[in-house]
C-alpha cells in the first residue's frame, strides 16, 4: 500500500510540474493566440509572396504574438473556385487576389478592372473608394461573407500593364489588324476589338509558342512576368499602355473578422497597410531591374500616349450605357471624379 501512495503521489508532482512549465512557457498554439490561415497564388520568393510574408510577420508582431497568419503559398490548398468557397465556410481567413473574383457575387464588379477608363492609378483609387463601389464590396460581404480588408489600391500589382509586341505600337493605326492575345472576358475582348485589334483567345501557358508561330502578334501582361515568360524573346517590343490600374484584395471572412477583438481588428489593418507600402516598393525596383535585363537582351521599352485609346474606349462604354449594356452609374462616378 505504501509502494503505491509513493507512485501516486510521484506521478500527481510531475503532472502539477508539468502543468506549471505549459503555463510559464505558452507555445504557438496556446488557447489565446488567435490563428488565421492565409491562401495565396504566389511562390514564397516572387515579390507578392514576399509582400504577404511580411503581413503575416507584421500581425505577430504587433498583436505581440495573440495572433498568427499562416500562409499558404503557392496554392497548397486549392484552386480558386475550392479557396472562395473554403474562404466563405470560414476554413482558411484571407485569400489576397484580384478584387474582380467577386463579381461572381455582383457583377457590376466587373468594371472595376475595364481597360482605359481610368486616367491614372489615382483616378482608379478615387473611384475604388466612392460610394458607388463600396456599396457592391458592401453587398458581397453581408450577402456572401466575404469582406475586403482594408484597400485594394493600396497592393500594386503589376506593378503595371505592358504590351508585347513584335512590332512597334504607338498610335492607334499602328494596332489595327495586330494579332492580340487576350484572356476570356467579354469586356477585355471588346475593347481590344473596337481598337482595332485582331483579338485571338488562348491560354496564358500558350503564348510563348504561339507568338513564336506567328499565331499572335502580341499579348497584354502584367510588367512583373514579362521577363519571367520570356516573351520578349518572342517579342521584342515591350510597351507601357496602362491597359487597367492593378490593386489586390484581401479578401476576408467577414463573420470573423467582427468577431476579432477591436484590438486585432486594427492590428490586422495596419498590418495590411505597411504590407502594402512594402509591395510598392519592391514591385517597382522589382520591374525596373527587369526592363533592365531585357535591354540587355534586345528588348526595346517605351511608354504609350493612351490618350486616343482611352477617348474611343469611352465612346464605347457611352454607347453601351445607351443600350443599358452598362449601368448609367458608372460612368458618371468615373467622370465625376
Same mark, same amino acid.
Given at each position: 500500500?505504501?509502494?503505491?501512495?509513493?507512485?501516486?503521489?510521484?506521478?500527481?508532482s510531475?503532472? &502539477?510540474?508539468?502543468l506549471? %512549465?505549459?503555463?510559464?512557457?505558452?507555445?504557438?498554439?496556446? &488557447?489565446?493566440?488567435?490563428?488565421?490561415? %492565409?491562401?495565396?497564388?504566389?511562390?514564397?520568393?516572387?515579390?507578392?509572396?514576399?509582400?504577404?510574408?511580411?503581413?503575416?510577420? @507584421?500581425?505577430?508582431?504587433?498583436?505581440?504574438?495573440?495572433?498568427?497568419?499562416?500562409?499558404f503559398p503557392?496554392?497548397? @490548398?486549392?484552386? +480558386?473556385?475550392?479557396?472562395? !468557397?473554403?474562404?466563405? &465556410?470560414g476554413?482558411i481567413?484571407?485569400?489576397?487576389?484580384?478584387e474582380g473574383?467577386?463579381?461572381?457575387?455582383?457583377?457590376?464588379?466587373k468594371?472595376?478592372?475595364?481597360?482605359?477608363?481610368?486616367?491614372?492609378?489615382?483616378h482608379?483609387?478615387?473611384?475604388?473608394?466612392?460610394?458607388?463601389?463600396?456599396?457592391?464590396?458592401?453587398?458581397?460581404a453581408e450577402?456572401?461573407?466575404i469582406?475586403?480588408?482594408?484597400?485594394?489600391?493600396?497592393?500594386?500589382?503589376?506593378?503595371?500593364?505592358?504590351?508585347?509586341?513584335?512590332?512597334?505600337?504607338?498610335? =492607334?493605326? +499602328?494596332?489595327?489588324?495586330?494579332? =492580340?492575345? =487576350?484572356?476570356?472576358?467579354?469586356?477585355?475582348?471588346?475593347?481590344?476589338?473596337?481598337?482595332?485589334?485582331?483579338?485571338?483567345?488562348?491560354?496564358?501557358? !500558350?503564348i510563348?509558342?504561339? @507568338?513564336?508561330?506567328?499565331?499572335?502578334?502580341?499579348?497584354?501582361?502584367? %510588367?512583373?512576368?514579362?521577363?519571367?515568360?520570356?516573351?520578349?524573346?518572342?517579342?521584342?517590343?515591350?510597351?507601357?499602355?496602362? !491597359?487597367?490600374?492593378?490593386?489586390?484584395?484581401?479578401?476576408?471572412?467577414?463573420?470573423?473578422?467582427?468577431?476579432?477583438?477591436?484590438?486585432?481588428?486594427?492590428?490586422?489593418?495596419?498590418?495590411?497597410?505597411?504590407?502594402c507600402?512594402?509591395?510598392?516598393?519592391?514591385?517597382?525596383?522589382?520591374?525596373?531591374?527587369?526592363?533592365?535585363?531585357m535591354?540587355?537582351?534586345?528588348?526595346?521599352y517605351?511608354?504609350?500616349?493612351?490618350?486616343?485609346?482611352?477617348?474611343?474606349?469611352?465612346?464605347?462604354y457611352?454607347?453601351?450605357?445607351?443600350?443599358?449594356?452598362?449601368?448609367?452609374?458608372?460612368?458618371?462616378v468615373?467622370?465625376?471624379?
Amino acid at each position: 500500500m505504501k509502494v503505491k501512495s509513493y507512485f501516486s503521489t510521484l506521478i500527481f508532482s510531475l503532472l &502539477a510540474v508539468s502543468l506549471i %512549465m505549459v503555463a510559464a512557457n505558452p507555445g504557438p498554439c496556446d &488557447a489565446k493566440t488567435v490563428v488565421w490561415k %492565409m491562401s495565396t497564388k504566389m511562390p514564397p520568393t516572387s515579390p507578392e509572396g514576399k509582400a504577404f510574408q511580411k503581413f503575416a510577420d @507584421l500581425v505577430k508582431e504587433k498583436s505581440q504574438g495573440a495572433m498568427e497568419i499562416k500562409v499558404f503559398p503557392a496554392e497548397q @490548398l486549392g484552386k +480558386d473556385e475550392a479557396i472562395m !468557397e473554403q474562404l466563405q &465556410a470560414g476554413v482558411i481567413q484571407i485569400y489576397p487576389e484580384g478584387e474582380g473574383y467577386l463579381q461572381k457575387y455582383k457583377d457590376e464588379i466587373k468594371y472595376v478592372n475595364a481597360p482605359f477608363i481610368f486616367r491614372d492609378r489615382d483616378h482608379y483609387a478615387r473611384f475604388m473608394e466612392s460610394d458607388l463601389v463600396k456599396g457592391w464590396f458592401d453587398k458581397v460581404a453581408e450577402d456572401h461573407n466575404i469582406m475586403i480588408l482594408g484597400k485594394v489600391t493600396d497592393f500594386v500589382r503589376g506593378p503595371y500593364r505592358v504590351m508585347v509586341s513584335q512590332k512597334p505600337v504607338r498610335t =492607334l493605326e +499602328d494596332l489595327q489588324g495586330l494579332k =492580340l492575345r =487576350l484572356h476570356p472576358d467579354d469586356i477585355h475582348i471588346a475593347v481590344w476589338k473596337n481598337l482595332g485589334a485582331n483579338v485571338m483567345v488562348l491560354p496564358w501557358t !500558350e503564348i510563348y509558342e504561339a @507568338l513564336g508561330r506567328g499565331i499572335v502578334q502580341a499579348c497584354n501582361s502584367p %510588367m512583373a512576368l514579362v521577363e519571367s515568360m520570356k516573351f520578349y524573346e518572342q517579342a521584342k517590343y515591350v510597351i507601357r499602355h496602362n !491597359e487597367f490600374p492593378q490593386g489586390l484584395g484581401f479578401m476576408t471572412n467577414y463573420k470573423q473578422f467582427n468577431e476579432l477583438t477591436p484590438e486585432l481588428q486594427k492590428v490586422l489593418l495596419e498590418a495590411h497597410k505597411e504590407a502594402c507600402d512594402y509591395s510598392a516598393d519592391i514591385m517597382y525596383k522589382a520591374a525596373d531591374a527587369s526592363i533592365e535585363r531585357m535591354k540587355k537582351q534586345g528588348a526595346e521599352y517605351y511608354e504609350l500616349d493612351t490618350a486616343p485609346f482611352i477617348k474611343k474606349t469611352m465612346e464605347l462604354y457611352r454607347q453601351w450605357e445607351k443600350e443599358g449594356k452598362m449601368p448609367k452609374e458608372v460612368l458618371d462616378v468615373v467622370s465625376s471624379l
